[in-house]
């Protein structure tokens, strides 16, 4: 029988936590087939004004599912798992010729381990998402990033910064699981302005990464997008933009059954 007949959900969050700037979220879910309670702490780097970041999670679920697999179906399968995840960054600022645009080095750490706390998941890669794994990363890059005022392009009324400048990041790590231990390998890379001239904008970032298995990629995935904000129009008492977005995912070596999406 799907028990509670009657699910509630509790959550509260606040966005600047103590005058950090850190966001904090409190939530506990309770309802058809599923009891899950989870706390999660995050202080990203919104600008290279904030030298330190992290975050932490912690999530702890039972639920009953079904398990859709490449050629059957596991019906009312009870899982149990918990999921902690820890990250912290420092970012080093650098010289720059102008006070408007601010350069700087960054350094983080990741670390995320799953835990079934049933240890009956079968050793195969179609189920790799409910098996015990751990994965540490580190990652360093450099970004160089400046803010334009702009206006009536997400919101109506109020003054936007629109960023510019550019960033490059390289990922490497290592992932420790059930069937098999193997390194991570990442690479990324964002730019955006304005065009010469105009007040037209633009941007697009490009990312790779993916597991190395015996010298060869896996469960790797290649991400490109790009974005496009046409200059104000006003023609009479109107106004109005165009905004062009795009997105392009492409799998590597996923596993069977195994999907990307945008």
Request: cysteine-free.
């Amino acid at each position: 029988e799907n028990m509670p007949h009657v699910g509630y959900r509790f959550s509260y969050g606040t966005s600047n936590l103590a005058g950090t700037f850190a966001s904090g979220k409190l939530e506990y879910i309770h309802k058809w087939n599923q009891e899950t309670y989870s706390v999660n702490f995050l202080r990203d780097f919104r600008s290279t004004s904030f030298r330190s970041a992290g975050g932490f999670l912690f999530e702890n679920t039972e639920l009953i599912r079904n398990v859709v697999l490449l050629d059957t179906t596991l019906l009312n399968v009870n899982l149990k798992y918990s999921i902690t995840d820890f990250w912290a960054g420092r970012l080093l600022q650098l010289k720059s010729r102008s006070k408007w645009i601010k350069s700087g080095l960054f350094l983080t750490a990741r670390i995320n381990q799953y835990e079934n706390q049933d240890k009956q998941t079968p050793f195969s890669e179609y189920l790799y998402l409910f098996q015990d794994k751990t994965l540490l990363l580190f990652s360093t890059g450099i970004s160089r990033e400046g803010f334009k005022k702009d206006k009536m392009i997400y919101t109506f009324g109020r003054i936007e910064d629109v960023p510019f400048g550019y960033q490059f990041s390289i990922t490497a790590g290592h992932e420790w699981g059930q069937v098999k231990n193997r390194p991570y390998l990442g690479i990324g890379a964002a730019i955006g302005n304005y065009f010469k001239n105009s007040t037209a904008y633009w941007a697009a970032r490009i990312a790779y990464g993916a597991f190395i298995s015996e010298g060869l990629p896996e469960q790797g995935a290649f991400r490109l997008q790009t974005n496009y904000i046409s200059p104000l129009y006003h023609p009479n008492r109107y106004h109005f933009r165009h905004l062009v977005s795009y997105t392009y995912v492409h799998g590597i070596n996923r596993y069977q059954g195994e999907y990307v999406s945008v």
